[in-house]
């Protein structure tokens, strides 16, 4: 199969919305290659999971989207993309300390119980056929000044060191083609281990809001379809989509 490379060409912005919404503006528009990475210093309306705001401040952080041929992915489960950036973010956090970094269902990456990285990925369709998938990342880096309510780090404040963030890029880019790779040659067993056993809170007593009722569960796994498998003090086993269930700190 004849693979994109991520990262071969890059589109630098000072101040969009969103870089999600400026790649799918592009996709409409203009005939832009896949594998096409979109950086912005700031993002003034930049997007999270279940509609929350990515908020940062303008130049400190690494804020961008990647643009995926979506016919690669028709045979493939759709959350593996996810598993995939989740791993490279991980595997380039992880540079630079040594507290744990896991992987919290669906789309943020922590270090011991902060948040330092989230996803979000939009597809867009043609007809029944998957066009693109659009990944938005968003890593702390160099800020060091968060609201309590975000309970979040950076790479700054855990190494104590200011980050180039076009190195980071590459970086990621880097980690990133090669789990792309393996995915588009069908090797998810390496992807599936990899985000299981960095999965935050594994088999570790936790609470969940599931259909509004708080409960004491154990995570025991996430599968390729992006569904949680949580088991019940008394031992029943559900499985659950994000509209259903909610990890509580």
């Avoid at 867009?124 to 659009?134: D, E, P, R, V």
Wanted: net charge neutral; charged share 20%; proline share 1%.
């Amino acid at each position: 199969m004849n693979h994109q490379y991520i990262g071969n060409h890059t589109i630098r912005l000072d101040s969009v919305d969103s870089t999600n919404n400026y790649a799918a503006k592009l996709l409409n528009q203009t005939k832009i290659p896949f594998g096409t990475v979109i950086l912005a210093q700031f993002q003034y309306e930049g997007k999270g999971q279940r509609g929350s705001q990515w908020r940062g401040e303008a130049g400190e952080n690494l804020t961008f989207s990647v643009l995926i041929d979506g016919s690669q992915l028709k045979n493939t489960p759709f959350f593996l993309l996810s598993k995939c950036v989740a791993i490279s973010i991980k595997n380039l956090i992880e540079q630079f300390t040594n507290k744990n970094v896991s992987l919290k269902w669906p789309n943020d990456v922590y270090v011991d119980k902060k948040k330092i990285a989230g996803i979000l990925i939009e597809n867009q369709w043609k007809g029944s056929n998957l066009y693109a998938s659009i990944i938005g990342v968003g890593i702390n880096v160099n800020q060091i000044k968060f609201s309590d309510e975000l309970n979040a780090t950076s790479l700054k404040l855990l190494s104590n060191q200011h980050h180039d963030l076009e190195d980071l890029l590459s970086q990621f880019c880097e980690s990133f083609n090669w789990f792309y790779h393996l995915l588009l040659d069908g090797q998810f067993q390496k992807i599936n281990m990899d985000y299981q056993s960095a999965l935050f809170s594994l088999n570790k007593k936790c609470k969940f809001l599931i259909e509004n009722k708080l409960e004491d569960v154990f995570i025991r796994e996430v599968n390729n379809d992006g569904l949680i498998k949580l088991e019940k003090l008394n031992g029943d086993i559900g499985i659950y989509s994000l509209n259903q269930a909610r990890q509580v700190l």
